[in-house]
């Protein structure tokens, strides 16, 4: 079946099928096109709420991202931004296999549509122009015919009429046969116009419209194939990206399976334990006997910030809470003890790797040197006695340096393990050593195991802080400011106190222990917690 045959009649239908065939296509087109504008707002919105949330290098958070939870959330924000990139593939894909596919195609069965219909308008006037002329000799025809007839009877009615003339009659009949003659050229004319009018026809209804509407027939099923393939393509472009947001998924899944929170918690204790002693039992004392301390000298003071450690000197404020850090020594004597046994033993270990290298070099430059004088058109041996003489020169520097690191690693072992023995004893014998039998204190009397724990550190800064008393301190450079969210009494050392809504400098971010150090307009400094206060660094 087809339309030239079956639909032989039906110009107007065939031609509003193929002119809706057309507007679906460019329909699916618009459809497509607002589908990649949705994915790409899409990606473009997953990149930003990625990007936004990602943690910033310098940030306080930067040092977290060491905890598993971090790094699972941070392998999360990247496996979201893939996704984005997967449905920035599919908008892109979308565009250049359909809508411009499509588009580019649609304009060429429209041109095809155009010259088909341009082809039956054609054949259509051909056949009625044929028509007219059918018709005109027709009526040419018929008129010539009736004149002839009456022609005909006027010299049949002469002929009888007895008063005429015989040169009226010969007129008469020889203008009937003149109008007979005439008519007889009409038929002939009419007859062969006839059967041209019918040829045309014939041809229009059986051959040229046959062929025009199976070619738009044609036309029109290539269309409705190629938007059925921009259907399936439209899925196809789905699928292919699939196994890549799968992957996305599976990495978003692995990355919750990977939180250890017992590590994490084990990485915390590595990364920031002191190695102080617990500060022990404070000790009686019976002014009933005579004995009059004072409290700086056999009691610890009661702590007075989240931070402050246990000081011999009440007054004195605590190292941790001072407005400027410790001179950093080369030994790292300002850090506490386990974390200084760790940064010694870091530095150790990264001059007994240069110290490698430099021996490795010196026998590499030796080797050099047998070779240049035992072949002397290959070089110099003279030429690499600077270099030898530096490469002897960072050797004896980088092993001096190793044994002073080994030194102060030896020290920092005896240390810890003293404090570690210290503190056992203390809490199997301390409590029981205290007092005597009878409820007395004893003569011996407990030592003051706080003096014990930070004698050693008190040293170190005994000089700093009479320096600090007598030179005058620089102010800090801002790096940013802070609007309080809540209250703060500030009334522990080296603390400052707040009001909701204040607006602070801050002078130093917070190093992990929750407080950040600010200064108010008229110079007053002071550490206040982190979490009172909202940040805004300088950039």
């Known amino acids: 079946m087809d339309w030239g045959t079956d639909l032989w009649d039906q110009y107007d239908i065939i031609e509003k099928h193929t002119l809706s065939g057309l507007d679906l296509v460019e329909k699916y087109v618009k459809f497509v096109k607002e589908r990649t504008e949705i994915e790409q707002n899409y990606a473009k919105q997953l990149r930003n709420l990625s990007k936004k949330y990602y943690p910033k290098r310098g940030s306080k958070d930067e040092t977290e991202c060491r905890v598993s939870s971090f790094q699972s959330f941070t392998e999360i924000l990247n496996e979201m931004n893939d996704y984005a990139g997967q449905r920035e593939l599919v908008a892109e894909d979308m565009m250049m296999n359909i809508c411009i596919e499509l588009t580019k195609y649609l304009q060429e069965l429209k041109q095809e549509r155009k010259t088909y219909l341009l082809e039956a308008k054609k054949a259509q006037q051909t056949l009625e122009v044929s028509y007219k002329q059918l018709d005109s000799s027709k009526k040419r025809f018929e008129r010539e015919w009736r004149e002839a007839e009456r022609s005909a009877a006027y010299a049949e009615k002469t002929d009888q009429d007895i008063n005429a003339t015989k040169a009226d009659v010969g007129k008469a009949k020889q203008q009937a046969h003149m109008r007979s003659r005439i008519a007889e050229e009409c038929k002939n004319d009419y007859a062969a116009q006839l059967q041209k009018c019918n040829k045309e026809q014939n041809q229009f209804y059986f051959n040229d419209m046959p062929v025009i509407f199976n070619k738009l027939q044609d036309m029109d099923e290539r269309r409705g194939q190629r938007l059925a393939d921009g259907y399936v393509l439209f899925s196809d472009t789905e699928k292919h990206v699939m196994p890549i947001i799968d992957k996305c998924l599976e990495g978003i899944h692995k990355a919750g399976c990977n939180v ?3 590590n994490d918690s084990l990485a915390l204790v590595e990364q920031h334990k002191s190695g102080f002693e617990r500060p022990g039992d404070i000790e009686f004392e019976d002014y009933s006997q005579g004995i009059n301390r004072t409290s700086s000298d056999s009691s610890l003071s009661t702590p007075k910030g989240p931070l402050e450690l246990l000081g011999k000197n009440r007054n004195k404020k605590s190292w941790l809470l001072k407005k400027s850090k410790p001179t950093v020594t080369e030994d790292f004597g300002h ?11 870091k530095k150790r270990d990264e001059i007994a790797k240069e110290l490698q290298k430099e021996v490795d070099q010196s026998e590499a430059l030796e080797k050099m040197r047998d070779v240049y004088e035992k072949n002397p058109q290959m070089g110099d041996p003279a030429s690499l006695a600077p270099q030898n003489s530096q490469t002897a020169q ?3 520097r980088l092993r001096g340096e190793l044994a002073k690191y080994e030194t102060w690693v030896a ?11 210290r503190s056992q004893s203390f809490n199997n014998n301390g409590a029981n050593d205290a007092y005597s039998p009878d409820g007395a204190q004893s003569d011996e009397g407990t030592p003051d195991h706080s003096q014990a724990i930070y004698a050693e550190f008190d040293d170190d800064f005994e000089e700093e802080e009479e320096e600090e008393e007598v030179e005058e301190e620089e102010p800090t450079v801002a790096i940013g400011n802070c609007t309080a969210m809540y209250n703060f009494p500030g009334a522990s050392e080296g603390t400052i106190s707040m009001q909701e809504g204040e607006v602070l400098d801050v002078v130093e971010e917070d190093k992990g222990d929750g407080w950040t150090r600010v200064r108010r307009t008229n110079g007053d400094e002071g550490y206040i917690p982190t979490s009172y206060v909202s940040i805004a660094l300088n950039k």
């Open 411 to 421: 020290e920092a072992g005896v240390r810890g393990s003293r404090l570690q023995q």
């Open 260 to 262: 250890n929170q017992r």
């Open 335 to 345: 850090l506490p003890p386990e974390q200084r046994r760790k940064r010694l033993q």
């Open 394 to 396: 960072n050797i004896e």
